[in-house]
């Protein structure tokens, strides 16, 4: 009997549902699929027959009987396939080669003395090529490739501006889709970050959160009902120059008093090379020196820390006052500090904020640290590799 189109897309539908029930509720049996998902037995075992056969589940033997003969239990084989996850950075590249379940295998951090676009995308193709030697033997190789970038990208993937960089209107995915395959997605850095953070990190029980990056500058991606919005134009770029105070600092956009000329890792960092000329400002190196000079007790560094923290928290008042979320996350390198920046922080946030949005929203540091974006990437070509189940078709050789 010949199989309808609609039969196809039926089938396709149902085989997504036995895979992702797979995934999220491993190990369990053909039976707990078909009691999960309302299907009836032998269309699971015909499902979990293909799966099996490509590779993206997995036997493991028996599991307890209920009374009859014992069932087998299915995994998902998170080795079937490998993403590589890219953080574009002011000063450096970071990288991370994760499993399909986003374990890390391996990561990489390369400097980015040369900022211009082809210089960074040399470096890029070079991290991947590296990566990819480095991944173990699986049946679809390398499955796609994710990019985070400081900067606002448009719905065609292109980089508009990426002002940190010094970018504007770079085709970074179509550069790279003629070389690695069409699986190539990028994304805003703080966009990318959310996601790492939800799927992987501070954010897994949160079904709304706002992901704050701190930086350079301070960027922010948010997940609303589990999912990536982008519902408000330039959200994730523009949070940084919301002002939080009168006559304040001038910032890069004009204007004075903008977040991130307060509360941002360069805006700290300016602020100790002040405090100390031989300080070596906007530096890795800079933020390192001023951490471990604080968990020594340095006077000064804790000083400046807690002045950050103050600025962080008059900033993330406003956030809650205006949208309420159920969570944010403080990301990027300043998470870094979250155990010197927590209470002048919270103290300034619990002042400024509407005691009734204040008992809803809960303020938690990245627990991916500065992974959160490389994971959150990486987790991008995931998806769409196993959005589609027939994938035999889409072995992708780097």
């Known amino acids: 009997m010949k199989i309808t189109g609609d039969q196809q897309l039926i089938k396709k539908m149902n085989k997504t549902l036995v895979l992702d029930t797979v995934r999220e509720r491993q190990p369990l049996s053909r039976a707990d699929i078909a009691a999960t998902l309302g299907l009836n037995k032998a269309t699971v075992s ?23 003969r014992k069932p087998t239990l299915l995994l998902f084989n998170r080795g079937a396939g490998y993403a590589i996850g890219i953080d574009i950075r002011v000063n450096d590249l970071f990288a991370v080669l994760v499993d399909l379940e986003g374990n890390v295998i391996r990561e990489r951090t390369v400097p980015l003395e040369d900022s211009s676009p082809d210089h960074a995308l040399d470096q890029i193709r070079k991290m991947i090529q590296w990566l990819s030697k480095k991944a173990p033997e699986s049946p679809y190789g390398i499955v796609g490739i994710g990019i985070g970038v400081p900067g606002l990208v448009d719905e065609k993937s292109r980089i508009v501006s990426a002002p940190n960089l010094g970018w504007n209107n770079v085709a970074v995915q179509d550069l790279l889709v003629s070389e690695f395959g069409e699986n190539v997605h990028i994304d805003n850095e703080a966009n990318a970050g959310a996601i790492g953070e939800k799927l992987y990190g501070a954010g897994r029980d949160a079904a709304n959160l706002i992901y704050i990056s701190i930086g350079v500058g301070i960027g922010s991606g948010m997940i609303v009902g589990g999912e990536l919005y982008r519902g408000i134009s330039n959200f994730s770029g523009e949070v940084g120059h919301m002002t939080v105070t009168e006559n304040g600092p001038l ?5 004075r008093g903008c977040w991130e000329t307060l509360a941002s890792e360069k805006a700290l960092l300016d602020r100790a090379a002040q405090r100390w000329k031989d300080s070596p400002a906007a530096s890795e190196e800079g933020l390192d020196r001023l951490l471990g000079l604080a968990r020594k007790g340095d006077a000064d560094a804790l000083s400046l820390l807690e002045e950050t923290g103050k600025h962080l928290g008059v900033g993330l008042a406003n956030l809650v006052n205006i949208l309420n ?16 920046l927590q209470e002048p922080m919270l103290h300034t946030l619990e002042s400024r904020s509407l005691s009734y949005h204040m008992k809803k929203t809960q303020v938690a540091f990245a627990e991916l640290g500065i992974r959160s974006t490389a994971l959150g990437a990486a987790s991008m070509p995931i998806t769409s590799f196993l959005a589609d189940p027939d994938v035999t078709s889409q072995k992708t050789q780097l």
């Open 251 to 255: 910032c890069r956009c004009g204007n």
């Open 325 to 340: 979320p159920e969570l944010i996350v403080i990301g990027n390198r300043l998470s870094m500090a979250g155990d010197l």
């Open 46 to 68: 015909s499902l979990v027959a293909e799966l099996i056969e490509s590779r993206l589940v997995t036997e493991i033997g028996p599991g307890e009987s209920s009374g009859g």
